[in-house]
């Protein structure tokens, strides 16, 4: 609908591994060609769970900073800031908070499994209650249309479209909406302006779907419009109240997942993971301490790779050729277990040698970091701000 945003956060939970790298970052990196793009640490939402350990989020967040630089995440593309450095998310997420039914909050499926998975702990808090909705002000305040998140995030990204659209239905009614319309489709120029009030009256009396989608694209491609105007059309369009919050769209990661060293999901918590920046000598140890097909005992017993954790490294680092030559050759004992591993360390090592030789010139100067979030927090407050300022207005707290 509007500028196409895009925003995601990761909360600091320490170094980043491989599985970080391939499902999430070289996503980001992909993605910060594309569009315009907002990464930021949550460090608040590290908080909900770790509020006992302030010091280990201080830590992880610079160190995963650094990892994102290593992964290929570029500054001069993307805005990299940090949650709590833009304290107008926590205003938002204020007063989303007294339009939110608490019922909503329970509902959502990461609250009790949370609770359940982290049982160690007490998280029957009220900011543990309000990490979705922290999250949608993550979201909505930089009026982002594109939340890339894995599957267990997307019924977070559904939350914040109904509270964006209970926050537009409630607050999009201004004094003299119909008047403030009306005088805006006029700003359009005449020729278009018709046009749009016919696709209007085909879509109110009509139901006609297509008129809808006609008159959304003219809006988009009237460019002079100011932004309270676009967003008063967006929503006379369908009869409704100014679209002043954007509703997302989960933007679904695609790429290969890399399994852990056991075949498991790769996690730190398991203790199954390579770090992204892990050091030459302990990638190769681990990989090849690595499980196989538990039934390929001596060197002479055939494998199955359907069966081994190796072959899922494979299945990410290898071509058809080399894919052929571990069937084959595992599957009639033609190689062993090391020969087969190799190949895989050797990937793997060549994956990592860009990470590891970027992530050193921040290492060596750590106030380039320390630049890099400044300046991303300053460009991400700029853009906050300016939504604050119609939030405000709207809920009446403009203060003027
Ligand atoms: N909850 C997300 C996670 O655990 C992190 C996150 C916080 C986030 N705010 C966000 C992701 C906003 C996308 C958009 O992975
Ligand atoms: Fe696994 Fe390769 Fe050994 Fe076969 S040869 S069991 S695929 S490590």
Not at 103 to 126: A, F, I, M
Request: net charge negative; charged share 25%.
């Amino acid at each position: 609908m509007y500028e196409p945003r895009v925003l995601s956060g990761m909360r600091p939970t320490g170094a980043l591994h491989l599985g970080h790298y391939h499902g999430v970052l070289k996503n980001w990196a992909k993605l910060q060609a594309e569009y315009p793009c907002l990464f930021f640490v949550a460090d608040w939402h590290a908080l909900t769970t770790n509020y006992d350990d302030p010091g280990s989020i201080e830590q992880s967040t610079w160190d995963m900073v650094v990892d994102w630089l290593a992964a290929g995440i570029d500054p001069a593309q993307a805005t990299l800031f940090i949650q709590s450095q833009v304290p107008e998310h926590a205003e938002l997420h204020l007063l989303l908070s007294m339009i939110t039914p608490i019922g909503w909050l329970e509902r959502v499926p990461t609250y009790k499994d949370q609770q359940e998975k982290l049982s160690n702990k007490d998280l029957s808090t009220y900011g543990f209650l309000g990490y979705p909705l922290l999250q949608s002000a993550d979201i909505l305040i930089y009026r982002a249309n594109m939340v890339p998140v894995g599957e267990d995030q997307v019924p977070h990204v559904e939350f914040t479209r109904e509270v964006a659209r209970r926050f537009n239905h409630l607050y999009g009614r201004e004094p003299g909406f119909e008047d403030k319309a009306k005088a805006a489709v006029k700003k359009m120029g005449s020729k278009k302006a018709r046009l749009f009030n016919e696709l209007r009256t085909r879509f109110l009396e009509q139901g006609d779907a297509e008129a809808l989608g006609s008159a959304r694209v003219l809006l988009e491609e009237t460019q002079n419009l100011p932004r309270g105007d676009r967003e008063r059309l967006f929503g006379w369009l369908e009869g409704s109240g100014k679209k002043i919050l954007v509703e997302p769209d989960a933007l679904l990661t695609e790429s290969a997942r890399l399994p852990g060293l056991d075949g498991q999901k790769m996690s730190k918590s398991y203790g199954n993971d390579i770090a992204l920046r892990e050091d030459a000598e302990s990638v190769a140890k681990k990989i090849r301490t690595m499980p196989t097909d538990p039934a390929r005992v001596k060197r002479t017993d055939p494998g199955n790779p359907d069966v081994c954790p190796v072959w899922q490294l494979h299945l990410v680092y290898s071509d058809e050729s080399r894919k052929d030559w571990v069937r084959k050759g595992c599957t009639s004992a033609g190689i062993g277990c090391l020969d087969c591993k190799q190949p895989v360390i050797e990937a793997v090592l060549a994956e990592q040698a860009p990470m590891r030789e970027r992530a050193q010139t921040y290492l060596d100067d750590p106030t380039l970091v320390k630049n890099i979030i400044a300046d991303g927090c300053e460009k991400a407050r700029r853009l906050a701000t300016e939504t604050m300022r119609e939030v405000r207005e709207a809920m009446g707290l403009a203060g003027s």
